[in-house]
């Protein structure tokens, strides 16, 4: 059974820096792609970041290029995602997902199966 589960959501004002973590477990193939996705009231979900586990290839959106940076830590079965400079639009519900057998960084929705619950970042003074 796969779980993803995400940590280090909170309040920080503009300018601010936040790390979201995801653990996940239960997934035995070497093959697979982590994302980290959003979703702010009223708006669709956006792919933010991808990390393939070929690789270690990665894929950032053009609004947080720069700001976000996505790693993994193999050893702990963890993908962290450091978010410096937030800006209150980078308000939103963030949730990690993982695409298994997935060799090529993506962010489309479609190709993710597994889910986390998801982890509130609040960028407001």
């Known amino acids: 059974q796969v779980q993803l589960v995400e940590s280090g959501g909170g309040l920080v004002q503009p300018g601010g820096s936040l790390r979201l973590s995801c653990a996940a477990s239960?997934?035995?193939?070497?093959?697979?792609?982590i994302g980290w996705f959003r979703q702010a009231p009223g708006k669709e979900r956006e792919g933010v970041a991808c990390?393939?586990?070929?690789?270690?290839?990665?894929y950032y959106v053009d609004s947080v290029k720069g700001r976000f940076t996505i790693s993994r830590d193999n050893a702990k079965n963890t993908v962290h995602l450091q978010m410096n400079n937030l800006k209150p639009e980078d308000t939103a519900v963030y949730y990690c997902?993982?695409?298994?057998?997935?060799?090529?960084?993506?962010?489309?929705?479609?190709?993710?199966?597994?889910w986390g619950q998801g982890t509130q970042v609040t960028v407001s003074s």
């Open positions: 997902a993982l695409a298994p057998f997935i060799v090529v960084v993506t962010i489309e929705l479609d190709d993710y199966e597994y």
């Open positions: 239960g997934f035995t193939s070497e093959y697979y792609a």
């Open positions: 990390i393939v586990s070929s690789d270690g290839s990665t």
